[in-house]
């Protein structure tokens, strides 16, 4: 027997997951009403012996017909003493209340359980109901081993509420994510559980605590206590709300306050007694629809290194926002596929991260001839939920006619936003060395404030407006190449894609990796080099003469980097080397035969090999045929190159923005304004401009605008997000049940080419990189390019997001290491240890 209080994370084998909670809500400081837990392997030896797995079908019986043995009986009777007369009996299986599987309301509960009696029948009875029929095929249906539905059984103290209910902390029907609603009834709550009443219900603005809409029940079926054990249920009018003002707004802090404790949506059951709120249970909401949610959305290119990896600062949002909306609205226009002036959002923020309007850009895309959604949504990593190829404009006549304005258009924005962004590249590296010659401590607060609000306003607008146009030049390069591609396949050339877009020019992100290569080599050499990394004190790496030498110049070179470079709070390298020097510990430890440039050389003969198919597949007269579909190649190779380039400057922006803001926060700190520096993240930099501007900022209302958006933030910190919201999505914990031992292959997008066998490391976060052995096969979510170091490591590379065009890909291709992308649930159902072969042409992961 374990009491609440006794309860500790690693004991969910022995409690189940509804006391784990319960006791982990308690432990946070929540009113849960006292219990104790009959543990797993008490209930299993209460029948030892008496059970053989032969009679399963009879289990319920011959439970009901055994005698507790004395010891557990002297134990559950002292517990119940000491709860009082009255007690609830409730199931607490180890594989209930999951993100995956609820089995919500398959377990018996026994209410208002008065005398000794009565008590230990109703233990077995809930025991029993482990082996219900509806258990067993809702076990089989979502993939769980029947042997694995171990049953705890919670003793908890019995309320006699006045009101009782259930609330989702969002609302599981529109997809608002900041809307908290509110199902009551008076009395006991089972009845609303069970779906026998019409409740009334309430919506409640999480984050301002204000009820927006009431809908009232004119009577209702009321269970209540009855004093000598048990529950009765009459009808009963409905003179007016079952809550009042006050609690409500009790109830939706509360509800916040937990949803924070877990960092993702949470399906509550409470109860009101004498007043008070009690929690009874607390579990993962298992469904959410979009009815209120227009359009179609996706995190599709943000997630995978990007700005919706994680859930995303205020501050972070509005630099980003404010360049993402102005540069698709403007390319759209200047490409002729909208009219101007016309009033489209094009993103927003979800359930904490960051979406684009992928529903108003299909709509843009579909005029030009040749456009496949398959293709467009393959390319991004976008989950398809259609038959066939979706969306298609053929090649037609008048197609082609109607869109001859937007091709010229088109081949006119390659020319025009190649040179507006060398130009723009240029500005930044001039901006970037005179902001990097000034001590930005010494400056007055005006210059200060001035130089923030170019920095964030003007500098960053400019040179991300021509990174983002470089990326939509990139996807239109490619769906244009790939019609072309198709057609040629068709008629029997046999072009493998992804060999056409390797081995292209060096690329700027990956130089850290080629330098730290590099660093290992020369320290190799040096045995006391070795031994001062191996034993890994920063200082004395850093003073060590040919090591910290090697090592400052890296960092000065390449110090902008960090393991997650949209994160401004997120220190650079300059400001935390760990990783560096994790990383060259890693490569100190390789043959100099797993040079990464012999892998780069592996590419350029995979890829010359395809340019040779080419000649041949375009011989004799068809000459004309070639050299456009070289043209449109070339186009394809230099934006994917060029792209990453660009992106090597957007890295260093956001260097210089974590700068300046630093010594902003602080001097906002030193004036009693923000109570730690680090803060001005939580602002939109909007805000802080203003707040510069102002003679008399009021710091309580900015303490409180601060709190408010960190509140939201850590709301959904763990929260797996849908990668896609709208009408032809749903998100549905159910989908990510782990799936049984027969499933071996699991499908994602073929985004580098090669096969491989090896051995699964999953990575969460780059926290855990240290855990990487030579020739593993990475498996996470995303990677960033502050990861691109760790390529030379591995052997393969598994993540859940991304696709062809993105940042892994890219480096994945250039590096020879097969990937594959885009596999659903990759890091839950990939496990530590396991070995599979990692198909790269194919896309697909087979455990071995």
Known sequence: MKWLEEIHENDLPEVGKKALELARLRRAGFPVPNAFVITCSTCREMFSGRLGLHNRMNFKKLIKGNAFQDPITEGVLSGFKTLGSHVAVRSSAVKEDLKGASFAGLFETLLNINGEEALFQAIKTCIASQFSGRVREYARRNKISYEDLKLAVLIQKQLKPETSGVLFTVNPVTGNDREIVIEAVQGLGEPLVSGRVQPERYLINGFSERVTERVLSSEQAVLSIRSGGGAFIKSKPQTGACLDDTILRDLGCMAVKIQILYGFPQDIEWAIADRRIHILQSRPITAISYQRIDGEWTTADFRDGGVSSQVVTSFMWSLYQHVYDSAMHSYLERIRLIRRNKKIQWSKVIFGRPYWNVGAVKKALIHLPGFTERNFDKDLGIEITYQGDGAVTPFRLLGLLRAIPVMLAIGKTYLLQKIETQKAVRKFEHYEKVILTKNLSAMKNED?????????????????????????????????????????????????????????????????????????????????????????????????????????????????????????????????????????????????????????????????????????????????????????????????????????????????????????????????????????????????????????????????????????????????????????????????????????????????????????????????????????????????????????????????????????????????????????????????????????????????
């Open 448 to 848: 200060l404030g001035e130089l923030f609000a170019d920095l964030v306003h003007n500098r960053h607008l400019e040179l991300e407006t021509a990174y983002f146009k470089t990326i939509f030049n990139t996807a239109n390069a490619r769906l244009d190449f790939k019609a072309m591609l198709d057609k040629a396949n068709k008629k029997g050339a046999g072009f493998e894609y992804l060999p056409l877009i390797t081995a292209l020019k060096p690329l700027k992100t990956a130089a850290p990796l080629f330098e730290l290569w590099n660093i290992s080599r020369r320290i190799n050499r040096e045995p006391e080099a070795i031994k001062v990394l191996t034993a890994g004190k920063t200082e004395k790496i850093f003073a060590h003469p040919i090591l910290g030498a090697a090592l400052k110049d890296f960092i000065k070179k390449y110090g902008y980097h960090s393991t997650r470079e949209l994160d401004l709070r997120t220190p650079r390298w300059r400001e935390d080397p760990k990783f560096v020097i994790e990383t060259l510990q890693a490569y100190s430890k390789l043959d100099d035969k797993d040079n990464p440039r012999s892998r780069v050389e592996m590419n350029k003969n995979l890829y010359e090999n395809e340019l040779e198919k080419l000649r041949r597949f375009f011989s004799g007269h068809k000459i004309v045929q070639r050299k456009c579909f070289i043209r449109k190649l070339e186009r394809v190779r230099f934006h994917t190159w060029y792209k990453e380039e660009v992106r090597d400057r957007s890295a260093r922006m956001y260097s210089l923005i974590r700068n300046v803001s630093l010594e902003v926060g602080h001097r906002l700190t030193q004036n009693g304004i923000l109570s730690k520096n680090d803060h001005i993240f939580y602002l939109p930099y909007q805000e802080v401009i203003d707040i510069l501007r102002d003679k008399t900022p009021d710091p309580k209302t900015i303490r409180r605008r601060i709190q408010a958006n960190k509140i939201y933030m850590l709301s959904f910190r763990n929260f797996d997000n849908p990668n896609e919201i709208g009408h032809r999505w749903r998100y549905h914990h159910d989908d990510e049940i782990k799936k049984s031992e027969t499933d071996r292959i699991y499908q994602g997008i073929a985004c580098a080419s090669g096969k491989t066998t090896g051995v699964i490391r999953v990575i969460r976060d780059i926290n855990e990189s240290n855990k990487l052995q030579k020739d593993d096969i990475l498996v996470t979510r995303f990677t960033d390019p502050g990861w691109t170091a760790l390529f030379p490591l591995l052997s393969g590379v598994i993540t859940e997001t991304g696709g062809i065009l993105s940042h892994a890909a890219v480096i994945a291709r250039e590096y020879g290491v097969p990937a594959v992308l885009a596999v659903p649930n990759a890091t839950r159902n990939l496990e530590d240890g396991q070995r599979v072969i990692l198909d790269g042409n194919k896309g697909e992961v087979q455990i071995l």
